[in-house]
């Protein structure tokens, strides 16, 4: 796309602005924007030329991929484990005395969390065959956050469940993410590393 300046001139003075002239190759492409469109191929052919990947740039990319995204990832996961323990925590600290839980409600809370991860794992893989797994990722997290922040005015056996019910779900999503190797490490990890 070739850019070039062009002046208008005005009442009060001249005001420069930059105008957009494509050339008629450009023009006379069209771009087909049907489901099984290539995007990214349009723009390599837009530029003009094809990436070539050396053992450089993958290494340089891989050590992208290790030193940015691995630490978040593991740091979500640390947290998801922490997150496992703290109901245990609590129980400790008089979460059953508080909550008064009777018989089989504390086991409950426990257990509900695997119970809705166990049932949502299918609709999960489903969603990230179709949805961006990055906004997929950033959605599931923020939401599992805020269902974790949520436990700490529940009070009740009621609220506490459902509380532990919508953390089973987002963590199926986180999950089955970080956790599924056609997820993860077939996008980011070449199989000879």
Known sequence: MSHHKATASREQGQDEHIESVE?????????????????????IADAGHSSVLTAENNARVLRKIDLRLLPIL????????LDKSSLSYASIFGLVETAHLHGQ??????????????????????????????????CTTLCWGIA???MTPANSFAGLLICRIFLGLFEAGIREYLLSPGALTSMLIMGYE
């Open 23 to 43: 050339d008629s190759a450009h023009q006379d492409r069209e771009h087909p924007a049907g489901p099984g469109h290539d995007r990214a191929l349009d723009l």
């Open 74 to 81: 593991l740091g979500i996961y640390f947290l998801q484990q």
């Open 105 to 138: 409600q504390y086991s409950w809370l426990g257990a509900v969390v695997y119970l809705v991860q166990l049932v949502a794992q299918p609709f999960v893989a489903y969603i990230l065959v179709k949805v961006p797994i990055g906004k997929f990722l950033a």
């Open 148 to 150: 974790l922040t949520c």
